[in-house]
């Protein structure tokens, strides 16, 4: 079943804000083993400018992916997640997360298409803060592989 | 910097997998499961493609000196990353081509991430600019 195409241009109201803490951005830089010391010392942080530590770039996914389930689990939508991969992912900063951000969602459908017999969707997210102030803006594209199991 | 960036090599396990669906907040049974990724078609449990972006960030970050330098950042996803259930796991290598320096700082790189010799990332670039 190819997914609605009256998703595109829809925008989700702003989801509740995530409150970023330091340990959850030192959980997320262990993980990825990124041991910059901005990631996981307020003190070194604080040295370039930051008032507590910055995440690493993909930390932001953390923060979009409870956002973008709103859509892709959207039954009007038509999306199967067992056939889903990942395709395409962008982000582009105004500047890093940083501990203590208060962040909000918000969604919008750019783009649905099929080719070869796969659909594919893609989803802004602008993240702000709670005020407003821009931080990154996320570009995620799903492909629904088609049934015929290509 | 020049042209070419000293490639990233990063050693991928099980039980990196594992740690990073807790930090991440994706547990996909494709990431964790062979019984259950093997349902879905593949051969076996895959590397979350954000792990993959991920293992790019810390290189690029690398090669830009700077935690917060990273300012455009974009992947496409093209091959699975699959990571046996051995003590070596996988192996991701990451290298990178300076494209361009633009006139206001930002710096264009041209990413290209490997798994047993295979490209796993297509399109995949990143802009950095010190702050």
């Known amino acids: 079943m190819p997914l609605d195409p009256s998703f595109v241009g829809r925008t989700w109201p702003p989801t509740e804000p995530y409150l970023v803490g330091r340990e959850k951005i030192r959980e997320f830089a262990r993980a990825i083993g990124a041991d910059n010391p901005e990631y996981h010392d307020p003190e070194a942080a604080?040295?370039?400018?930051?008032?507590?530590?910055?995440?690493?770039?993909?930390?932001?996914?953390?923060?979009t992916m409870a956002a973008g389930t709103r859509i892709i689990d959207d039954p009007e939508?038509?999306?199967?997640?067992?056939?889903?991969?990942?395709?395409?992912?962008?982000?582009?900063?105004?500047?890093?997360?940083?501990?203590?951000d208060a962040l909000v969602c918000v969604s919008t459908v750019e783009e649905i298409s099929q080719r070869g017999g796969h659909d594919f969707i893609t989803t802004r997210t602008d993240v702000t803060t709670e005020s407003g102030e821009p931080v990154v803006t996320a570009w995620s594209k799903l492909v629904q592989r088609g049934e015929d199991g290509r | 910097m020049s042209d070419t960036l000293a490639p990233q090599t990063y050693r991928?396990?099980?039980?990196?997998?594992?740690?990073?669906?807790?930090?991440?907040?994706?547990?996909?049974?494709i990431h964790w499961s062979d019984r259950l990724a093997s349902r879905v078609g593949l051969p076996g449990v895959i590397a979350h493609g954000m792990y993959t972006m991920a293992l790019v960030g810390r290189a690029v970050t690398t090669w830009a000196g700077a935690a917060d330098a990273v300012v455009e950042f974009s992947v496409r996803f093209s091959r699975p990353?699959?990571?046996?259930?051995?003590?070596?796991?996988?192996?991701?290598?990451?290298?990178?081509?300076?494209?361009?320096?633009?006139?206001?700082?930002?710096?264009?790189?041209?990413?290209?991430?490997?798994?047993?010799?295979?490209?796993?990332?297509?399109?995949?670039?990143?802009?950095?600019?010190?702050?």
């Open chain 1, 77 to 100: 939508l038509g999306l199967d997640y067992t056939r889903v991969v990942h395709g395409d992912q962008s982000f582009v900063y105004t500047r890093p997360v940083v501990a203590g």
């Open chain 2, 81 to 131: 990353v699959p990571v046996p259930d051995t003590d070596e796991g996988t192996q991701v290598e990451v290298s990178g081509v300076i494209k361009e320096v633009t006139g206001d700082g930002l710096t264009r790189v041209a990413i290209t991430a490997t798994c047993g010799g295979e490209k796993v990332l297509s399109m995949a670039s990143a802009a950095i600019r010190k702050r």
């Open chain 1, 46 to 63: 604080r040295a370039i400018g930051y008032p507590d530590v910055v995440a690493p770039p993909t930390f932001p996914t953390v923060v």
């Open chain 2, 12 to 29: 991928v396990t099980r039980a990196d997998l594992i740690r990073y669906a807790g930090a991440s907040g994706d547990f996909n049974v």
